[in-house]
């Protein structure tokens, strides 16, 4: 489409206040009581759809107030759930240890105990596993398999995280509708008039209680996401926007005050601490805004657990949940009778993770959403094509790749463009030898990026490279040097990550930009800024640095995503104008078109660039394999 076909119509802004609003509570049933092993998906698939979910009650309930002279609230929080709903890797094909299916059977077990009961989820849940893809964009006629189970499982709110947005208006829209919960996001706000899209907070009652839920989003959704999934919203600093939202929540009189956030809690993870819009503001917001009593944070993958002094001296816990289910953040709000005045005061709250390997699935829940398993189990089983070798995206980081140039070739291919930009998305994924599946594009392609054709150029596209491999590699002053550019501590040693079982390194994997159509070599020997010498144009002629060239690349980087455009002189806006194309699918599809099409793939590496001199590059490769990958 033309550049200004990018650009929603009118009629997704005025819908767009329907993001993620659901209701203010959920209705109260009483718990499913059994628990069993996990079920494993059954060979003979059964297509059936999830229950309508229940329509939402126009109150909260409240329990009867009772006359203890202490009363608790347990919260439990889920985040970055990515898609697994159940106990089953529909990408690796095999029974996955945790789920929402082990937090259910969690859940149900402290509902049962002398305690009030919130669940709460920090975002990220409509992209990752096979099976949220199939109900965001195969099976769009039926009712959405996550609200389906939240329902179920008896959500009281959520937050609203940035692969939530990147699924797309259509699906964010659709789920909102059947969610009996409220989506909450202060800091997105309408660019016109500054109000909310959606609720900035709800109040929960429990047990005579208050509870205050304050939900935001990460402000970094422009450096990642195309407009058109957000059309006429921007995002705000989660500093000023709780300093804006906290009298309005303390003028409801709450009894608790939490922070529902999906941004972790390391604010120099992509700036510093005094960055307006900082990515991962959870903690500075604990510690600039009073009035929290805990914050649960997400979107990092982290398991967070830590105590930090609000403006007023008083401590705030921080907890944060690990992503798919791995483990839940939790706090134990404790409160007691003050007879003077007449109510409850909070005592303690103690914040805590707890893993969910130890829980075994919710039996009737995998019960009735057997069928839902069976179905997309057939369907990440069915055979698009074939490959004639094996690839790896391991040969990836260390040099030009038939991995990476899989994703260059249907690149060009699907925009003709004359250059074609792509990294590696995948640390550590293979494609086998011989038939492939729908599952294997998930292993290819993990996220649901668009495909953009924009213009740079030479000059543009030579400074994007320096600063791609100014972070990917490090400079090699001797041949004990690692090839690889490693993250290191204030002592300068290595830091090990366990989220990943691998030593952090300087930039994410998914940051190691190539380019295709042009030659050019890489002298890891050189500084940064220095490294890069482009030859010729791949298909033959000069390449010159003042020519303007069309560019293949994915709408995350292409909305700034990693810093690549900036660091080539392209801000945010600059960027939207030299938009010339976007597909209305993402590259996953295309991939998985491009093997039908073909039937077999035979996966090539072009050569167009390498990293020199060849001696030094070997043994960089030799001491920094097994610090990337520490599992052969």
């Known amino acids: 489409m033309k550049k200004r076909m990018f650009i929603l119509a009118a009629m997704v802004l005025t819908i767009f206040v329907l993001l993620f609003s659901g209701c203010a509570t959920t209705e109260r049933v009483e718990p499913i009581e059994a628990i069993a092993e996990p079920a494993i998906p059954a060979t003979a698939p059964v297509a059936v759809q999830p229950e309508q979910p229940m329509e939402p009650p126009a109150v909260v309930e409240e329990k009867v107030p009772s006359e203890q002279s202490e009363r608790t609230v347990k919260l439990i929080v889920t985040s970055d759930i990515h898609g697994s709903l159940f106990p089953y890797d ?20 402290e509902r049962a105990l002398p305690q009030s009961v919130i669940l709460l989820d920090n975002g990220d849940v409509l992209q990752g596993q096979p099976i949220v893809y199939y109900y965001n964009f195969v099976k769009t006629d039926a009712p959405h398999i996550v609200p389906a189970v939240m329902n179920d499982m008896r959500y009281d709110a959520a937050s609203v995280g940035n692969h939530d947005i990147e699924a797309g208006p259509e699906v964010y829209l659709r789920v909102a509708e059947e969610a009996a919960y409220p989506y909450l996001a202060a800091n997105a706000v309408y660019i016109d008039s500054g109000e909310p899209v959606t609720k900035p907070y709800v109040i929960l009652e429990r047990d005579g209680l208050r509870i205050a839920v304050m939900g935001m989003i990460t402000p970094y959704i422009p450096k990642w996401l195309p407009q058109n999934l957000y059309e006429g919203v ?94 839940v953040a939790t706090a134990t709000a404790t409160f007691a009778r003050d007879e003077r005045l007449g109510s409850f005061v909070l005592r303690s709250v103690d914040g805590q993770t707890v893993m969910m390997d130890s829980q075994v699935p919710h039996e009737v829940l995998m019960k009735k959403y057997q069928p839902v398993i069976d179905e997309v189990t057939q369907w990440v089983s069915r055979p698009v094509g074939s490959i004639s070798e094996t690839v790896s995206s391991r040969d990836s980081m260390f040099g030009d790749s038939k991995f990476v140039d899989l994703i260059h070739s249907i690149q060009l291919e699907k925009t003709g463009a004359d250059l074609s930009i792509s990294a590696p998305l ?29 213009e740079m150029t030479g000059r543009e596209i030579k400074a994007l490279l320096e600063y791609s491999y100014q972070h990917w590699f490090n400079q090699m002053k001797s041949l004990d040097d690692d090839l690889i550019n490693f993250k290191r501590d204030a002592e300068g040693n290595l830091i090990f990550n366990t989220r990943y079982n691998t030593y952090d390194t300087a930039t994410r994997y998914y940051n190691y930009d190539s380019v295709a159509g042009i030659n050019y070599v890489v002298d890891i020997t050189k500084s940064a800024g220095q490294r890069i010498s482009i030859k010729t144009m791949t298909k033959g002629g000069p390449f010159q640095l003042d020519r303007t060239y069309k560019v293949a690349i994915n709408s995350y980087r292409a909305q700034g995503g990693g810093g690549h455009l900036a660091a080539a002189g392209i801000d945010a806006q600059e960027a939207l104008r030299r938009i010339l194309f976007s597909t209305d699918k993402d590259l996953r599809y295309y991939l998985m078109e491009a093997f039908e099409t073909k039937g077999e793939i035979v996966p090539s590496v072009d050569n167009n660039w390498l990293v020199i001199p060849n001696l030094w590059v070997q043994r960089g490769i030799k001491n920094s394999y097994p610090k990337l990958y520490t599992n052969p």
Request: glycine fraction near 8%.
């Open 90 to 109: 529909f990408i690796r094909n095999e029974v996955a240890k945790t789920s929402q299916m082990q937090v259910a059977s969690y859940v149900e077990q």
């Open 234 to 327: 921007r995002f705000e600093d989660m500093v000023e926007t709780a300093q804006k939202w906290m009298s309005a929540i303390l003028a409801e009189k709450p009894d608790l005050v939490v922070g529902l956030f999906h941004a972790g809690v390391d604010e120099t993870y992509s700036g510093n601490a005094d960055e307006k819009g900082n990515e991962n503001a959870s903690k500075l917001v604990a510690q600039r805004v009073a009035g929290f009593d805990v914050i649960f944070t997400g979107h990092d993958h982290q398991d967070t657990d830590m105590v930090v002094q609000d403006p007023n001296g008083k401590e705030v816990a921080i907890v944060g949940a690990m992503n798919g289910g791995r483990s």
């Open 426 to 454: 995948s640390l550590d994924a293979t494609i086998k030898q011989g038939p492939v599946y729908v599952r294997d594009m998930f292993s290819l392609y993990p996220y649901e990026n668009l495909l953009f054709t924009m």
